[in-house]
């Protein structure tokens, strides 16, 4: 139903912006309290505009090694939310994409079989299955290193489920075509099903990175080295530093600085999307 | 440029679902050959099998004396088109028509004169580096043709590659393809089930029904002895009259309904009281004076084609639907009726229960 009235104009219009100012203001906050000194915040009216400590605040923080916020330097608690992020994102796009194309394209036994399985893994969310992946990823020694931090979040059901529902809108006309064309299995996935899947392949990066950059129990469970602590975990550990009053200013800065990789991966991304969704066919 | 032979080809597909059984050809070097039928009748099934798209169940394909049963379609020296294009969305046109050469390890200077070649032929040169959607159906369609030409294939296949086109293009690119074929020489199989494109095309027609080859040779064959009476109403538009009835004891004469009686010029071939349908195409009735079969017409409507005049009607006196096809321009009021006759060597004869020709 699309219809053009200006009352109904104007009362979408104020929706949309109620609802703007709603999801921004915790933003807002934060960047407004990282510029503030450590009183400021402590005391009751909250500022809501910016004070005049944002070039201290920031320097101290990307100096690094602050005691009062746990002492692992900021750059490198991005650094590992990075890897972790991007070994995530690119491991369960490379495991779904095959993934699919197996269930889709070969005929093997259990085939359908296999599919379940993997679409039932959808309904166990990683804090459900947390206690056996802990274990295993114990026994197999893989504790306090990025290897543990992140094969246990590769594998990915809905990744698999989405390329799956892809490929199958895929004419098989495209596929006969590919095989008098002397395409062999490895040609057609290679030359043809993954160029055709770059604007899927974009828009699942947008959603994994964010999802690998904002973990938070498993890398608390499988890290006990300071030297793997990544961002999310460093915010966390500000808030609870013991007996001393949270340093908000400086826990406010350090989640703005930990939402700038993932703005950028979504403004990046988008404009791949969004070309991709103007190129693709028809 | 080769020659196929199909010998007793048969599909079942899973779940014993018969497409195709006993299908024999022997195809000549360079003959472009129809296959034609109604919807699911099997045609598309036997040309993937030509393919090897489609395993094949029964019975053996030999394309230049070299049967080709397991071979995998890229090693079977054939093209092939597709209804709906079937070109790599995100390649450009040259890149549609270089895929295949390259995979096949060709010479790059080769590629390009390949390509250089059909596109001239194709008249795809401006277009070589749009993407497949930035084209019309119809260019389209000539890029699958391209990609097709390029490999300089032994056989090519088509598989309705005209039917998303509308009815102009589609008259074009038939005469396109008409002289492409003359111009490459090479054997050509054809899939539709527009009868129309058959005649126009064919060397030579195979028409299928329910999996079955009904009738195999040339339009004029068809049109002018057809075998079945399936293959009688198939061909032609509009399609030919059937009258259904028994012969008469001096076999002269045709009961239909049992009350009203048909008389012929000639002795039928057919016993009498056998049930048979006697075939006349529209085009085929005309003046009734001293023609050997003498009917009556009941106009219930007229189509003005023009060239032509169809007045389509009723047998008078009974139900039997009837349809001539008169030259020029005739005004005909429903209701009205028109004396027609039809020449004895126009007539075709067939068994009711069995469909074959009798005469
Ligand atoms: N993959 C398949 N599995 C089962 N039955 C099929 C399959 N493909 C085609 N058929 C059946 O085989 C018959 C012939 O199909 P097809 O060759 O596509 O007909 P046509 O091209 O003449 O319209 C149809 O009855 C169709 O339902
Ligand atoms: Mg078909």
Redesign the interface.
Known sequence: MVENRPFLTFLTHAVLIIGVIFLCFPVWMALVASTHGPEALSRSPIPLWFGDRAWENYSQLLAGGLPEAGGVPIGRMMFNSAIMALVITFGKIAISLISAYAIVYFRFPFRMGFFWMIFITLMLPVEVRILPTFDVVTKLGMLNSYVGLTIPLIASATATFLFRQFFLTI?D??V????????GPL?FFW??LL??S?TNIAALFIILFIFGWNQYLWPLLVTTDESLYTVVMGIQRMVNAGEALPVWHYIMGTAVLALIPPVLVVVAMQKLFVKGLV???? | MATLSIKSLGKTYPGNVTAVQDVDVEIADGEFIVLVGPSGCGKSTIL?MI???EAITTGDLHIDGERVNDR????RN???V???Y?????MSVRKNME??LK??GLPKPEIAKRIEEASRTLRLEEYLDR???QLSGGQRQRVAMG?AIVRDPKVFLFDEPLSNLDAKLRTQLRAELKALHHRLGATFIYVTHDQVEAMSLADRIIIMNAGRVEQIGTPMDLYLRPATRFVADFIGSPAMNFIEGTVGEDRRSLAINGTQVLNMGQELPARAGAQVAMGMRPEHLGDAGGADIQVSLQVSFVEQLGADTVVHGNLSGGAQPLAVRLHGVHASEPGSEIALGCGMGHVHLFDTATGARLN
């Not at chain 1, 006969?176 to 395409?183: G, K, P, V």
């Not at chain 1, 190129?279 to 028809?282: D, G, L, Q, V």
């Open positions: 004419p006309e495209l006969e075509a590919a095989r008098i064309d002397r395409a040609r030359d043809i160029p055709m770059r190129e693709s066919e028809k | 993937r393919a090897g798209l995998e379609p890229g090693d054939i093209a092939m597709f209804q709906n079937a070109l790599y969305p995100h895929y295949g995979n096949e993407k497949p959607r990609r």
